[in-house]
């Protein structure tokens, strides 16, 4: 299998260990299938991207261990091909524009298509797309299957923001085919966007990768560890630590102290055993 995996950090602050750990997991799931393994730097939004993060973030990559293979995608310089695309779903009458303002949505409720029927002399905000009125299904990799009704769960979602930027959906979606990625290995956080992605990418004629979800690495009090969080049992500068903390996040045995080039060749003997020669590849979790 041609394999194609990447690590998409969004540039919103330095690598922290919750996005070390999704680089460790997509880099060492690429690495067991013998795989090509990508950098795509999504900084689509350009109101949160911080400026000198990207560049921080590869830096710490490279500490790790962890290079793209090929050069990496930087999203503020796609916004053409991302037009494009926006087109072609708008030439089959997929887009529309949306004059509602946040105040017009029901509170944290689905967008209920107020524009689908016309602006009705509203101002033209942002371009939403039509979803259909069905159900969509990934099979996820240790998540088992995953479902959305995407008219009643998700709702016609935004693919061009009112600030003018394009949505993350578009952009990762057109990026996934773009960089012809087989398999997106990203945190569990993600999940409720695949079935949508798997939508976009049927719309468009792409080829649909493999998806896993790992589990996210919790704050103390259980809550999602944000980029300002720390956890105080890894040291970031040491990248040993690290990949050990990763391993063991990830129910990989966890490989020994030694000097990192062979703490490495351990973690991918280990991501091996559990993700490729494992008949049940269920050693996850
Ligand atoms: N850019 C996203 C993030 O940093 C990841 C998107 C993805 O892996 O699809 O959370």
């Excluded at 460790?24 to 350009?46: K, M, N, P, Y």
């Excluded at 089959?92 to 107020?114: K, N």
Aim: charge should be positive; charged fraction near 20%.
């Amino acid at each position: 299998m041609n394999y194609r995996g990447r690590f998409a950090p969004s540039p919103t602050g330095v690598l922290h260990i919750g996005s070390a750990v999704a680089a460790v997991a997509s880099f060492l799931h690429a690495r067991a299938h013998e795989g090509t393994w990508l950098v795509r730097i999504e900084d689509v939004d350009e109101q949160r991207a911080v400026a000198g993060a990207d560049r921080a973030i590869l830096d710490s990559l490279a500490r790790l261990g962890m290079v793209s293979d090929e050069a990496v995608l930087v999203q503020s310089q796609r916004k053409a091909v991302y037009r494009q695309a926006l087109e072609g779903l708008r030439q089959r009458g997929l887009v529309y524009a949306c004059g509602c303002t946040r105040r017009m949505l029901p509170a944290g409720g689905i967008y209920p298509g107020t524009c689908r029927a016309g602006l009705r002399g509203r101002p033209a905000r942002m371009q939403r797309v039509r979803v259909p009125n069905a159900r969509y299904c990934v099979q996820d990799l240790w998540q088992g299957r995953y479902c959305q009704h995407l008219a009643q769960e998700v709702g016609d979602f935004v693919l061009l923001r009112a600030d003018g930027f394009f949505a993350y959906q578009l952009a990762c979606v057109v990026d996934d085919a773009f960089q012809g990625i087989t398999h997106v290995i990203r945190g569990v956080d993600l999940l409720d966007s695949a079935p949508r992605q798997r939508w976009l990418q049927q719309q468009w004629g792409f080829a649909e990768p493999v998806y896993g979800h790992f589990p996210l690495v919790l704050a103390e009090d259980g809550r999602k560890l944000s980029k300002s969080q720390r956890d105080r049992s890894v040291d970031l500068e040491a990248p040993a630590d690290i990949l050990r903390f990763a391993c063991r996040h990830l129910g990989l045995q966890s490989p020994s102290i030694a000097p990192l080039a062979q703490m490495w060749r351990e973690a991918e003997a280990a991501a091996r055993a559990a993700w490729v020669e494992s008949a049940c590849n269920s050693g996850f979790f």
